[in-house]
DNA sequence: TTGTACGCGTTATCAT
DNA sequence: ATGATAACGCGTACAA
């Protein structure tokens, strides 16, 4: 066995030409065959790993992204939005060999912020944004770090961005309550203050807008089992006829409430979701949501901040991502759609 | 507000005093009161920041420790054991302001080997290891990377771990199963070639060994539901009165056949897990298991490896967790064991 | 106490 | 096509 060389130093030594050619070689600079072939030989042998650090030293790029994913700790390991996402990113990574960083919300967006900005280890960052003035997303945006949201359409010019359409997709799940004849349509927000949450507010507002539906019922969640349990206790006191919960997880929590009351899914209360995770299909009566496909958007974030790095060009690239609207029993009960 | 000095040069030059000046008021060499006042007088004006990457290369330390966990990918987002171990290493990192870099399981163990080893990035290696024989976890030992395994106890005299003595754990719930008067104890495995799968069946067979039974069931599964419900078939052909499952979620399966079969739980079948996940108090009847805490395990890696970092003696550290034996109604039904 | 100067391992810009 | 040589930004002996 020969022994590693670890610089390209001693490489240049061993195979008698400069540090400057062996750096061709390696990184596809002009050079003779007969010397290419030379060096590559003692390459091979060597087992010779090129040191990343002076690398990015000397070229300004590290082969490495970022990504931020601030969120309560707890929602971080329970939720599955999370880990789908990483599964999104990091598959896509490896597949341009790009590192990942990861900073979770251990520290505060003041001190995360600035970890990220003095680490010069990362090209750009992946930053998820869920709530909707949030100091961390703004620094990143002030720097001059390429940086991709997720779940954040901003208005800046700059931004870059991965998002769904939850207005829309809402307006589509009211719309559907009203064609299946619900005029006392309640809803239960999904955490007030964040982007999701009040976007898939404003969907609903705009459905009965244009139904010409007047009349709201709106109970404020959190996206939990138990706050979708309270909210559908408050719906169901104004007299509700059907309830959209902005999770799934929520409807899960007004399925119980609605059981306790003795009332029937979808007959006395239609119910639909958000999200379409694994449960919802198994629920009894199985849950009308939206599916989104949440792998998917961490795929196109990672390509769209390697697009970014890869041409030097700033301008900003925002992609939304379609939904679907996924119709079941909780809400068209045994009916046949297509009978 | 002042411009952003970028570079230690720029602060010398807008302080009056020399680079290595500059350096030392950061770092808190001898530096006399007066220009130390002055100096850092400029540094919270310019929001200086350094570049990491630069003083990595001078020191030839990185801030950054890397994280390995390869498995399954699909295991990755599944099983909370991942984000458990997660949220302790990122929580214990964050405390000391280290950097996180993440290799899952997307590329060959060759590839995230060469991967790891070419990027000097970080100053040291958390590495799950599952299966007895790792070519990466042999590759990370062998080179001059600072590692600590998670789930592997080796006998080289230079690996240090952190892990949980699963066998003993496992000689626990079954000495507990002879205990409680069964003597057809059946046991379906983790795994076979994984580490805690094998020294779960070590624990089962040394139980039994010390208690003089000689009979032995054993069917292999690989710790999924579906292969504790297959298990469970095989065991209850052969007449046990009792089942141990290597896994929570295999026990789960179990659970599923002995109720087809009509046999009660612990009355004709007492049957025991391992792992105490969430669902396992929530089960009918609530299952007797092993509680290992994961997210501590996390933590003790991190720990293990920042002190390895820290004190420069490469003298390997090994730490065992402890595991505890919960007992619930599947093994002891509504007695009182205090009683 | 402070400043000078070298080294870390590359990349990149010059000549040649 | 190739080889010096200057950055890259910082730490740190060493000298002053």
């Known amino acids: 066995m020969a022994r590693r060389a670890r610089t390209l130093d001693e490489l240049a030594t061993l195979t008698g030409v400069s540090r400057a050619t062996v750096s061709r070689v390696i990184n596809g600079g002009p ?50 939005y999370w880990s ?47 709530i909707l003035d949030d100091p961390l997303v703004d620094g990143l945006l002030s720097s001059d770090l390429p940086t991709v949201l997720i779940g954040h359409r901003r208005h800046d010019s700059t931004a870059s961005y991965v998002d769904v359409d939850n207005e829309s997709a809402s307006e589509d799940v009211v719309a559907h309550l009203v064609q299946i004849g619900r005029r006392r349509i309640g809803h239960v927000t999904g955490s007030r203050g ?50 959209f919960a902005g999770s799934d997880a929520m409807a899960a929590g007004a399925y119980q409430k609605i059981r306790e009351h003795g009332l029937r899914i979808p007959d006395d209360i239609a119910v639909a979701g958000f999200d379409d995770v694994e449960f919802a299909a198994d629920l009894d009566p199985p849950l009308t949501t939206v599916r989104q496909n949440v792998r998917s958007q961490g795929e196109m974030s990672a390509r769209t901040l390697l697009r970014l790095l890869d041409k030097k060009d700033g301008s900003p690239r925002r992609v939304i991502l379609p939904t679907e609207l996924i119709i079941r029993q909780s809400t068209v009960g045994g009916v046949h759609l297509d009978g």
């Open 194 to 243: 964040t982007v999701s949450g009040e976007d898939r507010l404003l969907g609903y507002n705009r459905a009965l807008d244009r139904a010409g539906v007047e009349q709201r019922f709106v109970a404020d969640g959190d996206y939990t089992i138990e706050s979708g349990y309270e909210g559908a206790e408050q719906l169901l006191a104004m007299g509700v006829d059907a309830i």
């Open 31 to 80: 050079v003779a065959p007969a010397t290419k072939a030379k060096v590559q030989e003692v390459l091979q042998r060597v087992e010779y790993r090129p040191n990343l650090v002076a690398r990015s030293l000397a070229s300004g790029r590290t082969g490495v992204v970022g990504l931020v994913m601030h969120s309560p700790a707890l929602a971080l390991f329970t939720d599955p």
């Open 84 to 130: 789908l996402l990483l599964a999104g990113i990091t598959e896509t990574l490896a597949d341009t060999a790009t590192g990942l960083m990861l900073w979770l919300s251990h520290l505060s967006k003041r001190d995360t912020l600035d970890q990220i900005l003095s680490t010069h280890f990362v090209d750009g960052i992946i930053c998820t944004a869920t």
